[in-house]
């Protein structure tokens, strides 16, 4: 399996994946999507969208695989669910040509105003549907970036000359006539594209008819009647070759149709298939883990685009090539992201969390355990790269497409965190019901975070208010500084918590520990409350020493660890304040008045760097100015008592 992933890191070091998918087998460098993004969007719409809910839209439009020219119509079904509604108002960008708007089939005057048009119709009183018809044309820019909500361009590897839509997060209006908004999804969808009759077109549901046209056009027919989002809709138009294969999930009498189109190319469909054919194996354990495949009664698919990554559109994945993390994830995708959707692009990581931790669980499940933990650790190490950022993506960065699919905070601690959820809830049997409770309970709709937090307490009985403030909406990570000594049957462990930001001081979490030992090694699980804390535990056995997070559930700084075995008395009662210090160190010590120690500091190397006699109480100072900014141990020892603590001089 070793010899697959290196494969794998060699293509794709031949075809960077400038995408959606946060990279990966890319662990030297984190990916910057501004190297590939379209920023000119205007994402702000018009109020007068709040006031209908889409109900149908119908794409009946004219695409070639050799241009982004587009014409046709799109009719949208909507109900008015405002107490009236007399303007009717949708985005199209504004290179676009609008012939004309029939409103309940009668022609209707319009006026535009940049990428937003606005037609008078007449008030109808809320619960009254009507039919919009845009009959429109127009050649979009074709920038070539990934974001673009439609692109036209050949594939370097294959020669493959592809059109193809992506709309996630604001593009969609850049290829048809819409209502960007992430909570209405409408209740079904018709894309019929018509196009040369050596094209096939890929799309969303089921392709219902091929219509034959005259001058050698077909007009392809998908129907999708589960609800979607609007930037879920995308076609595909290229010369493919279709490649299908089954799958057979529990909880289906049937088989689950893969269609696959491939590059027309002689070379292409060998070179991938043994990539494409681990797609049933996929949905199978996703549909074990998550619930039954959401789309059942359509299908699952891919169309490949030169796109450079790949893009979950609902039942038809777009796709620039096939390997074993992309092809997971975007399949988890269905799940998460199209079946329920994030309520706000702040909650993105209900999309590629979810989808990025389904790479880990499709690694424990259908590669190795050892593959999937390398795989996290992988993660940990890009996240921790830079000190700062939340999962969370607050307000006013949510038109920031580049904050939005951060591929450090977005993807990864996305990932990391639902792992460390795993981890506090203890329990798998009661997490992947969590998981299909989430699935089931918010089907074809749109949540945030705090519902996935809700479920978790409803079937937990815990409070997970703690986790989310620090994990979900904090920043950051935790660095464990450990000072561990075992005296005759009883180890103490004493833990300094750092946190790598500021607005997250302090990490309440469980945490895992591997106490090493001769006669076998023993795991102990530890919940930390405060930035500095002392355990006590009975020990039955010798211990050689002590490792933190050895199964790397949580994302944490490897702190300094010191362990020794002690034989004389030995006071656990020291405190040493403010720590990190600048120039007074303060110690305490309890239960201690007008005793003689021995003071002596140590750095992290064992160096003797300061030694005196004092007459120690409860409280005294000294004066640290002349120490250097770094670690450093301070012990007091007499005859009958020895204790050390570190300390960091900043």
Sequence with gaps: MKTISLILLLLLMQNPLFSQYAEQYQSDKEFNFKQKLNNNTTVKQSALMDKYDVKFYKLDISVEHTSVYVEGNVSIVAKVIASQLDTFAFELK??????????????????????????????????????????????????????????CETSSLWGNQICWTLSQPFGAKEWFPVKQSLTDKADSAYIFVTTANDNKVGSEGILTAIVPLPNNKLRYEWKARYPIDYYLISIAVGQYVEYNIYAHPGGMSDSLLIQNYIYDNPSALPYYKNEIDRTPGFIELFSDLFGLYPFHKEKYGHSMAPM???????????????????????????WWGDNITCATWSDIWINEGFASYAEYLAAQYKWSYQE???????????????????????????????????????YKKGAAIIHNLRFEIANDSIFFKVLKTIQTRFKDSTITGLDVKAVAEEFTGKNFTDFFNQWYFGEGYPTFNIISWLQNDTLVINTDQQTSATTTPLFKMLMEYKLQSPTGDTIIKLYHSANIETFKIPMQKPVSGLVVDPNNWVINGKGNIVFSVINENYS???????????????????????????????????????????????????????LRKGIYFLELKNENKKSIQKFIKN
């Design 372 to 410: 999937a933990q390398n795989h996290m650790k992988v993660m940990h190490d890009s996240i921790m790269a830079y000190p700062n950022g939340s999962v969370y993506i607050p307000p006013f960065q949510i038109n920031d497409v580049n904050r939005i699919f951060d591929g450090r905070l977005s």
């Design 572 to 626: 656990s009662n020291l405190l040493l304040y403010p720590n990190p210090c600048s120039d007074i160190l303060e110690i305490y010590m309890a239960n201690t008045k007008n005793e003689n120690y021995q003071l002596s500091i140590f750095d992290v190397c064992g160096k003797l760097i300061f030694n005196e006699n004092i007459l120690m109480n409860v409280k005294n100072k000294i004066n640290v100015q002349f």
């Design 308 to 334: 450079g990554g790949g893009m979950e559109h609902q039942t038809m994945t777009t796709l620039s090539d096939f390997n074993f993390y992309l092809t997971s994830h975007e399949l988890s995708h269905q």
């Design 94 to 151: 504004d290179y676009f040509t609008i012939d004309s708007i029939k409103i309940n089939n009668q022609i209707k005057t319009f006026n535009r105003l940049l990428d937003d048009v606005f037609v008078g119709i007449g008030p109808l009183s809320a619960g009254a549907n009507l039919t919009a018809q845009i009959f429109y044309k127009g050649l979009p820019p074709n920038t070539g970036t990934f974001f673009s909500g439609i692109s």
